[in-house]
């Protein structure tokens, strides 16, 4: 199996930065596609954007484009999710997943983090 450890949450003004980082170990094989997604209070889980490990591409939701950029560091097992021009609609808990073929739906992804915190004031 996998594991997922999500952490770089906090804190920040609206108009500010972050950077989200997934750190993955365990039995990676197979899993070809690293998400990221979020859940506010209320809301049902949401895409947030993604990228595959063999090539390198990435998809975004519209309400971020432009403002948010996921990378990766292949020799550490980690993806990266950086936050810029956040607003407080932003706020969520951030969600790492990884699974065998790209989706916006959170339900077929197979492993998926314990979440981190991203709150942005107004």
């Known amino acids: 199996q996998v594991q997922l450890v999500e952490s770089g949450g906090g804190l920040v003004q609206a108009g500010g930065s972050l950077r989200l980082s997934c750190a993955a170990s365990g039995r990676t094989f197979g899993s070809y596609y690293m998400a990221w997604f979020r859940q506010a209070p209320g809301k049902e889980r949401e895409f947030v954007g993604a990228?595959?490990?063999?090539?390198?591409?990435?998809y975004y939701a519209d309400s971020v484009k432009g403002r948010f950029t996921i990378s990766r560091d292949n020799a550490k097992n980690t993806v990266y999710l950086q936050m810029n021009s956040l607003k407080p609609e932003d706020t969520a808990v951030y969600y790492c997943?990884?699974?065998?073929?790209?989706?916006?739906?959170?339900?077929?992804?197979?492993?998926w983090g314990q979440g981190t915190q991203v709150t942005v004031s107004s």
């Open positions: 990228i595959s490990w063999n090539d390198g591409s990435t």
């Open positions: 997943a990884t699974g065998r073929v790209f989706t916006v739906a959170a339900r077929p992804y197979e492993y």
